[in-house]
């Protein structure tokens, strides 16, 4: 049972990434999928989420209307799509399993530079 997150990298403010959050050991659209970040020295805060029946979704107010978080469920697979991105996105980012089973994948670093 793992989450293991990709897709990071180094982009210009402005720029958009794709990050990609897959999972094994269980099915994704049975659980709260959800996307948290760390930036240096800052303590880790929440993204967004995405509910497992319905697939509603909820976003950070700094990050509304420019991020978007989807699953694909044939794939078993969470996505977080990032538009417009900012120097202050910078951070790792981490894909998690909400639940009573907590699971958090290993993260995956986002630098926003010019």
């Known amino acids: 049972v793992q989450l293991v997150e990709s897709g990071g990298g180094l982009v210009q403010p402005g720029g958009s990434l794709r990050l990609t959050c897959a999972a094994s050991g269980f099915t994704v659209s049975s659980y709260v999928m959800s996307w948290y970040r760390q930036a240096p020295g800052k303590e880790r805060e929440f993204v967004a989420y995405i509910t497992s029946v319905r697939g509603s979704t909820n976003y950070a107010d700094s990050v509304k209307g420019r991020f978007a978080i989807s699953r694909d469920n044939g794939k078993n697979t969470v996505y977080l799509q990032m538009n417009s991105l900012k120097p202050e996105d910078t951070a790792v980012y981490y894909c998690?399993?909400?639940?009573?089973?907590?699971?958090w994948g290993q993260g995956t670093q986002v630098t926003v530079s010019s």
């Open positions: 998690k399993r909400v639940g009573e089973n907590t699971l």
